[in-house]
């Protein structure tokens, strides 16, 4: 679809950029600005996949109705936000047989201690029983590297959060090709400057998370009502000082979470950014500003996200459009990597 347009136009090849997003919940302020608003800004330069990761969403329970609804809520989010179907392949995980097979490959070349040691994996099971945590949770970067390493993707922009995951696929990619010859494009994380790591609303000293969207005051989603926005943003946390600047004061983070939501989506500098403020008479009047920029930036959003809501065959039919392109390129990769193991292949060699 859009590959031979795109390079028709420019007959430079574009980088791969390869992402995910897992239908885990209400997608909320940090997905959007460390990680979808990025990918819409630059999809007119580059080879887009974008991937909504249902396989990742289940390594934790789901219930089976909300992740159907979830799922395609996201989809519909992903296009509502700019995404377009004709630059951007956008895709559900589990359409492709290809990511489910390339974990498994990659599973028999990943030594555990590497899974053992990843931070979300420890954040995870540290609140879990072991008796109750799924394996897949563990697995959970092996599938993210398959992921990236089908689509021979040059960067992958992600939210600092996951750049130790990229980082893992790397690492795997590196020992594939080492085991069994080049294979795989080494991926690079792509993180954005601002954005990257969005907090907490209730409580700045942990990231902004889907699963928690549903806590009060946590998480501005994207889907909220303007008066809900107002309401989360009026609530926020911040500090006695009444002073506006940024600052890497943890007692000040709550304050510098505000303003770091104010600079990336008003695409201002630090400095124009702090001057806006300069005569301000307090948090009130941060408080006010960083909820008319939120409204503003998600007001259209949320419109079209309630009109692709109410056509959900249209959404069915741009899904399917991505996952036959995504096929297109990972089916002959995964057939790539079994041919290097030393799996026969249905039908003959390649
Ligand atoms: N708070 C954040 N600030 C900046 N970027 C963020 N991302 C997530 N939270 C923030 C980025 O969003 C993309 C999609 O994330 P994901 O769905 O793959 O999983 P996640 O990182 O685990 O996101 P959540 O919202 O915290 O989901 P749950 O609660 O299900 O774990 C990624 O690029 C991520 O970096």
């Not at 911040?238 to 600047?245: A, G, K, L, Q, V």
């Not at 400095?271 to 005569?279: G, I, Q, W, Y």
Request: proline fraction near 5%.
């Amino acid at each position: 679809m859009n590959q031979s347009v795109a390079h028709e136009a420019n007959p430079m090849p574009r980088k791969r950029v390869l992402s995910g997003i897992q239908p885990s919940g209400d997608v909320q302020l940090g997905n959007y600005l460390g990680a979808i608003k990025g990918w819409v800004d630059r999809q007119d330069e580059k080879d887009n996949f974008f991937c909504i990761v249902d396989l990742h969403a289940i390594t934790v329970p789901q219930d089976p109705n909300e992740l159907r609804h979830q799922t395609r809520s996201l989809a519909a989010i992903l296009f509502a936000a700019g995404l377009d179907p004709s630059k951007s392949n956008v895709f559900i995980q589990s359409h492709v047989p290809p990511h489910a097979e390339a974990c498994w490959l990659l599973n028999c070349v990943t030594p555990i201690g590497w899974l053992e040691r990843m931070t979300q994996f420890k954040d995870k099971a540290r609140n879990e029983n072991r008796e109750r945590m799924s394996t897949g949770l563990l697995d959970y970067p092996v599938l993210m590297a398959g992921d990236i390493l089908l689509y021979s993707a040059d960067e992958v922009p992600v939210g600092e959060d996951q750049k130790q995951h990229v980082e893992l696929a790397r690492d795997i990619a590196e020992r594939f090709n080492r085991l069994f010859g080049d294979t795989f494009v080494v991926p690079e994380p792509i993180i954005p400057e601002a954005g990257a790591r969005v907090m907490g609303l209730d409580d700045p000293s942990r990231k902004m998370s889907k699963s928690f969207a549903d806590i009060r005051g946590h998480a501005v989603r994207l889907i909220d009502e303007p008066k809900e926005i107002e309401r989360t943003i009026n609530r926020a946390v911040t500090d006695s000082y009444n002073e506006i600047r940024f600052s890497d004061d943890p007692e000040r983070s709550g304050v510098n979470n505000l303003l770091g939501i104010y600079k990336v989506i008003t695409g201002k500098t630090t400095e124009e950014v702090e001057n806006d403020f300069a005569s301000a008479r307090g948090y009130g009047d941060l408080k006010r500003s960083v909820g008319e920029v939120i409204i503003s930036e998600l007001a259209p959003i949320r419109a079209r996200y309630v009109q692709l809501m109410d056509d959900i065959a249209e959404l069915d039919r741009l899904l399917s459009l991505g996952a036959a392109q995504a096929i297109a390129v990972s089916g002959p990769k995964v057939d790539e990597m079994k041919e290097r193991i030393g799996l026969v292949l249905q039908g003959g060699e390649l």
